[in-house]
């Protein structure tokens, strides 16, 4: 079967050292040591599938996460990117961001969502990452607004997107299962009318960087 493409996709955004790429079969084995080093800093904040940490983040399990990102990227349901970072004169995988759930007609929103290695956090890897993936998806995606949905408790997450301007619209009560449990959710929103004026939301996050420096 052939698919059309789907607007936006595929695409690779740079911004300095951070590059957003779609993901390749070739990135299993540093996907799956990224996710299973950084088990105690991911696993609370994810949805789990059956399985355990070590099994579920396998080599072998990337390939049939690959397999539901091209699938989603190709009917337009999402735009999975592979978060990388160039230093030294070499690219490695960090992280992951994700615009998915994507509805279009009246609605024309998605869901961001995303994760990144702990060894990276705190560099500005990831708002820079979002700001990329949100400008790209208001611009060549065509759409018109993007949620995301914290848990109250996860402070690093809730940082990234209040720095990026979200805003906040909604508490979720028992929102998803995670972590044994049914979580509340901080619901957080932005529309692209509110970033145009800006020039965009990474350069609203450029300036924002700059005057915390």
Not at 84 to 113: D, K, M, P, T, W
Not at 119 to 146: C, E, N, Q, S
């Amino acid at each position: 079967m052939r698919f059309r493409r789907a607007p936006g996709w595929p695409a690779v955004l740079v911004d300095g050292p951070v590059v957003l790429r779609p993901y390749r079969r070739s990135d299993a084995t540093a996907w799956s040591e990224i996710r299973r080093a950084n088990r105690e800093w991911l696993a609370p904040w994810e949805s789990h599938v059956p399985g355990g940490w070590y099994e579920t983040n396998s080599p072998a399990a990337f390939r049939l996460v690959h397999a539901d990102q091209r699938k989603s990227a190709r009917t337009g349901e999402g735009m999975p990117f592979a978060v990388c970072l160039r230093e030294n004169g070499q690219e490695r995988l960090v992280g992951h961001v994700n615009i998915g759930s994507i509805v279009r007609r009246a609605f024309c929103s998605g869901y961001v969502g995303y994760w990144v290695d702990s060894r990276v956090a705190g560099r500005g890897v990831i708002p820079t990452a979002v700001a990329l993936a949100v400008d790209h998806a208001f611009g060549p995606g065509g759409l018109h607004r993007i949620e995301v949905n914290i848990r109250p408790e996860n402070m690093p997450s809730r940082r990234v997107v209040e720095k990026l301007g979200f805003r906040e619209e909604a508490y979720h009560v028992r929102y998803m299962h995670i972590d044994g449990a049914w979580r509340d959710h901080i619901g957080y929103a932005m529309t692209g009318e509110e970033v145009v004026a800006e020039g965009g939301l990474l350069a609203r996050w450029h300036r924002v960087r700059d005057n915390r420096r």
